[in-house]
């Protein structure tokens, strides 16, 4: 018989979600930067701050990858304790 989880232990997945949401941020912040130079009327920013926006993308998929790594853990458990 497994034991039930407690809800503040870590399982399969939360830092990866953890460290999407932070990349995540961290890609709408360079977005928002890059951005606001348009409707400022002043010079925009180089092209590398610019590749910085990606890191929106980067950081969704690194979530999706840890909700679908704590879906599989699930999964995995309910059938394991199908078996017994």
């Known amino acids: ?15 990866l979600v953890k460290a999407g949401g932070i990349v995540f941020i ?9 951005m606001a130079p348009l ?11 610019w590749a910085l ?7 969704f998929a690194l979530a999706g990858a840890g909700v679908l790594r ?3 853990a699930q999964r995995k458990a309910a059938r394991a304790s199908q078996k017994v």
């Open 70 to 72: 704590s879906a599989a």
């Open 53 to 59: 926006c990606m890191l929106m993308g980067v950081g």
């Open 26 to 34: 961290l890609g709408a912040v360079a977005t928002l930067a890059t």
């Open 1 to 15: 018989m497994t034991a039930t989880p407690h809800p503040d232990d870590a399982r399969p997945g939360d830092a």
């Open 39 to 49: 409707f400022l009327g002043t010079d925009p920013l180089p092209s590398y701050a």
